[in-house]
């Protein structure tokens, strides 16, 4: 039976004028209600700063509603206008707006309130590439090839859409999670416009700038490749190619080409690295007009990159290891994993001795310290008492002293390491006769042997490679542990 009140088909009803603006206002509320609320600072939870730079903080941030983590990018709005960098702010914006792959970092979301811009960007939760360069000294081949490969990648993409990173170094290459690379930082980049492969304006970092850059002001593409073969470098062998005391050195050796590879930099990277610190930037392997990225890609150093699939391999393990100083020798490996902490402070990483180190022993140590018996001190050699040595390390007993080479992937330094009561490990330049540094005790110190010459000792900040010209290396790591087992235990 039909109903009385039953509205007619559609056909044989033709609304009123009235019910056709009702239903336009109902649709434009439901499009109201629909729309994504604008987030705020509020929406989340700030846990710590990830890092500092001239005109912005980063922070690490949780979403409440979400529980999702983000880097969150915040930069002061009178600080930008007052130091003329909205420019920068908004180069890096577009960029990251144009961006969408998996080695380079995401920009989530923005928004703003009357004192600041906030940016959400990803995440990389196992922090800079260049803590653990410090901490290993240097990466292995494999380690070398496979990273150099993520970086290449991400060029290719940048320079397809035409972005030139102009600020390409370790400090904005980013581990994340899975340890694959996001490539982070693009407030000096440049968008070129259609057809144009170069910029002009002076940027960038001074161990990794370009010639080009320095001589003429303008950037190319392939200027960032000139920055990958810094990059190459500094993970083989330890070091940048033009480090210098100075700024106005380092540039002054980027323009004439001086650099040299040290002792033991294998062939085949040697011969990439060569191609790539080419004065002109239109003859560096992989620039368009010697073939583009396919050339690059070529090389041999690169035989068995599976390219296409990069973002799902697993990562090789990043180990410490010694490289061998000779095309001769076999390098030296560690079982002993890494992980260095975002937030480290970057104090550990210096070579340079900080008297906060001492401080920071526990307070059991210092009680252990506090303790330990005369008749552990008085068997101290009269002779350590009388060393040249005692006057680098106030009163304190010296336990065991002799010269080694304190090496940092394939460059070395000669000092004398001295181990006393406390305990510390100082080590002195013996021909300036000034204390360079100490290395830091710590529950979790611990050392390795090698070999009859070389020793690691392991802290948690960094991988100390130590070779002894004498061979006393098992006699080191054995009177290490011996202390570190009396003050630890």
Known sequence: MKNSDSVAPPSEEVPSK???????????????????KKKSKDD?????????????????VEEIASSKQFAMKVLEKRHIIKEKKVPYVSREKEALAMTNHPFIVKLYFTFQDIENLYYGLSFAKKGEMLPYINKLGSFNEECTQFYSAEIIVALEYLHSLGIIHRDLK??????????????????????????????????????????ELLTDKIAYKSSDLWALGCIIYQLRSGRTPFRASNEYQTFQRIIKLEYEFPEGFPECPKELVQKLLVLDPAKRIGCEELGGFPELKAHPFFKGIEWDTLPEQQPPKLLPYLPSKSADCEDLGSNYDISVSSDEDEELMNDMF????????????????????????????????????????????????????KRKGLFAKRRQLILTEG???????????????????????????????????????????????EGYAIEWVKKINEVHERYFK
């Open 18 to 36: 009235d019910a056709k603006e009702e239903d336009k206002s109902a649709k434009k509320d439901n499009k109201q209600v629909s729309k994504p």
């Open 44 to 60: 989340f939870k700030f846990i710590k700063i990830l890092g500092e730079g001239s005109y912005s903080t980063v922070y690490l």
């Open 170 to 211: 370790p400090e904005n290459v980013l581990f994340g999670e899975n340890m694959h690379i996001l490539i982070t930082d693009f407030g000096t980049s440049k968008l070129l416009k259609k057809d144009k492969t170069k910029a002009s304006s002076f940027v960038g970092t001074a161990e990794y700038v370009s010639p």
């Open 354 to 405: 900080n008297d906060l180190l001492i401080k920071n022993i526990t307070n059991d140590v210092r009680e252990k310290s506090s303790s330990v018996s005369s008749s552990q001190a008085s068997s101290t050699s009269s002779s350590s008492k009388d060393s040249p040595w005692q006057q680098f390390v106030g009163n304190r007993p010296i336990l065991k002293e002799g010269l080694v080479d």
């Open 423 to 469: 305990p510390h490990l100082f080590y002195v330049d013996p021909h300036a006769m000034v204390l360079k540094g100490e290395i830091p005790w710590t529950k979790d110190l611990r050392p390795e042997a090698k070999s009859f010459k070389i020793f690691f000792v392991h802290t948690p900040s960094r991988t100390y490679y130590l070779e002894d010209p």
